[in-house]
Structures are given as C-alpha cells and as structure tokens.
C-alpha cells in the first residue's frame, strides 16, 4: 500500500512557475514509477508526465515538454513536478500516482493522491 500526499499548488499569473511535490509513504518506493496527471473542469484525465522508479527515464506530453521537468528524490520519497512557462490552460487538479510499470496510461496506476489545484491567471 502506498499513500501519496501533493502539495504546491496555487494561483500564478502566466509565465510564472511552480513546483509540486508528491510525498509517499512506505519503504518501497524506489520500486515505483511515478506519474503526474492533470484534470481540469469538464476535461477528462490527461497524462502529464513519468519517471521510473530509477529517475533514468522519464516520459513528457507533448504539450509540457520544454515547460515541466518531473524528478525524484529517493530518500525523502518525494516526486516533484517542475513548472515553468505556465499558461492558463495548464489550470487543472494535479495528481500524482504510482504504478508497477512506467506508463502514459492512467489505467496502469494503481495508487493516486487527492490532488491539488494549480490556476494560472492570463
């Protein structure tokens, strides 16, 4: 069983940054790959980027590519997503889960943390 906390969110002007942070708990987090996705109101989930369990390898949407950077700090068991650029449309809830394979589908995660709210004013 894994939990997972997310914290950093807020509201940002356009152009600005964030950085969200994912804490888990457990001894075994080494051995997840984590994601963070994104939901924004009337939207379905959508992927926003990956990282494997050993920070080697990490997968991007299109649309954050060159904006957001996910990293992992195995120690403290934390996943961070780093956001830069930011765009209204980038407002959403972000999650982040964890899941056995490294993978751009939801349907591969098995744990999810509540969320928090990231509103990028224009």
């Known amino acids: 069983q894994v939990q997972l906390v997310e914290s950093g969110g807020g509201l940002v002007q356009a152009g600005g940054s964030l950085r969200l942070s994912c804490a888990a708990s457990g001894r075994t987090f080494r051995t997840y790959n984590m994601g963070w996705f994104r939901q924004a109101p009337g939207k379905e989930r959508e992927f926003v980027a990956a990282?494997?369990?050993?920070?080697?390898?990490?997968y991007y949407a299109d649309s954050v590519k060159g904006r957001f950077t996910i990293s992992r700090d195995n120690a403290k068991n934390t996943v961070y997503l780093q956001m830069t650029s930011l765009k209204p449309e980038d407002t959403a809830v972000y999650y982040c889960a964890a899941a056995r394979v490294l993978s751009r589908s939801s349907n591969h995660y098995d744990y999810w943390g509540q969320g928090t709210q990231v509103t990028v004013s224009s």
């Open positions: 990282i494997s369990g050993s920070g080697g390898t990490t």
